[in-house]
Every structure is written in structure tokens, then in C-alpha cells.
């Protein structure tokens, strides 16, 4: 059971828009910069968002972050059925000197 | 253009060892803190272990501490991860990931997969 807490799927048709919720601590997301990884299967991870809601070069704005208190959300507009992955949520914890992830959102695009 | 390589991936019994490599290019390696990243079969990504750019800071997730240790030779722009008494539910693929900081790993390699199995 990993420490940042994730749902684990979400689902919405094409064109709509989906949210996927973090929720952590005062001693990971509280304190530190959330990260957002987009994974599929037999790819490496794939960085989304860094720094809580800045998007790397390349990514569209499509996707989004946002972070409040000790929860991230990660949002993503105008689905398109290349979107079908998993996502993560990561950031560093004070408290275990390390990295953590979320236990991943498998992202459904019905 | 950063690369990452892995190498070193596997087929090891329990309580074996492996040392997976990871070589960089394209950046100054030695500016850099590095990690290692790993998913198991039909499993979340897990970080395992990181390094400061020197080397001379290490960090360890619970689930290794004490069996693996994390090294870099920045003479060879390479970075190394070292794996004792190993068991079956280290059996995942490995990534290499370059660190702009706590965990924005921007960069990654395309991994290399171990199996711990007797």
C-alpha cells in the first residue's frame, strides 16, 4: 500500500475531461513539489508535470497540475484514446530521505 | 540529447547478486544526482535508490536497505546499482533515471529486467 494515495482507475469517453487525485502528508506533498508520470506498457515513464503544474517541452496543454495542502490532482482535457495509461503521482518525503510514487491510475478512455 | 543505457539485467536464483549499469550521455554526469526506479510485474513504479552528483550522498528505499548499495564512477559517466541476497519480489524491470531534484526525473533510461527466480 504505497503512502501517496492514488485511485486506482478512472475512466471518460473521448473529448471529455478526467481528474486524478494524490493524496499524501505534511512530510511529502505538503513540503515538497509534486511530480506526474504518464506510463505504458514496456515504455519508460514518461514526465508530465514537474513542479507541482509546469509541463516539460513537448507536452501539451492538455494536461495540467495542481496541488493544495497535502493532496495533487493531475488533469487532463480533451481525452484522446492515445491518453490510455498509467499515471503516477511522485514526490520526495522529508521524513523517509526518498523518493515515493503513488500506486499508479490506470486511465480508461471508454 | 541525454541518453541512459542500462545493462546487466537477468535471470538470478534467491540470495544471488547482480550489478546492473546504467551509462549516460549527452549531459555533464557528474552535475547530476541519479536513481534507480524499478516495476514489477503487474506492479506500481517503486524508487529503489539515488545518489548525489559527488557520490557521496546515498539513499535507499526500506525494501533494499541493507542488500543493495548504489555506486557512479563519473570518470565513466556510469552510474551502478549492486544487488545482494536477492529475492523474488525484486524480480521487476530497472530503470535509470537522471535527477534535476527530489524526484523529477526528466530523463530515463529504457530499462533492464531482472528475474529472481529458482
Known amino acids: 500500500q504505497s503512502v501517496l494515495t492514488q485511485p486506482p482507475s478512472v475512466s471518460a469517453a473521448p473529448g471529455q475531461k478526467v481528474t486524478i487525485s494524490c493524496s499524501g502528508s505534511s512530510s511529502n506533498i505538503g513540503n515538497n513539489y509534486v511530480l506526474w508520470y504518464q506510463k505504458l506498457p514496456g515504455t519508460a515513464p514518461k514526465l508530465l508535470i514537474y513542479d507541482n503544474n509546469k509541463r516539460p517541452s513537448g507536452i501539451p496543454d492538455r494536461f495540467s497540475g495542481s496541488k493544495s495542502g497535502t493532496s495533487a490532482t493531475l488533469g487532463i482535457t480533451g481525452l484522446q484514446t492515445g491518453d490510455e495509461a498509467d499515471y503516477y503521482c511522485g514526490t520526495w518525503d522529508s521524513s523517509l530521505s526518498g523518493v515515493l510514487f503513488g500506486g499508479g491510475t490506470k486511465l480508461i478512455v471508454l | ?118
Not at chain 2, 519480489?89 to 527530489?102: F, G, L, N, Q
Request: hydrophobic share 30%; glycine share 16%; aromatic share 12%.
Open chain 2, 1 to 118: 540529447e541525454v541518453q541512459l543505457l542500462e545493462s546487466g539485467g537477468g535471470f538470478v536464483q534467491p540470495g544471488g547478486s547482480l550489478t546492473l549499469s546504467c551509462a549516460a550521455s549527452g549531459f555533464t554526469f557528474s552535475h547530476y544526482g541519479m536513481n534507480w526506479v524499478r516495476q514489477g510485474p503487474g506492479k506500481g513504479l517503486e524508487w529503489v535508490s539515488g545518489i548525489g552528483g559527488s557520490g557521496d550522498r546515498t539513499y535507499f528505499a526500506d525494501s533494499v536497505k541493507g542488500r543493495f548499495t548504489i555506486s557512479r564512477d563519473n570518470s565513466k559517466n556510469t552510474l551502478y546499482l549492486h544487488m545482494n541476497s536477492l529475492r523474488a519480489e525484486d524480480t521487476a524491470v530497472y530503470y535509470c533515471a537522471k535527477d534535476e531534484h527530489y524526484g523529477h526525473f526528466a530523463d530515463w533510461g529504457q530499462g533492464t529486467p531482472v528475474t529472481v527466480s529458482s
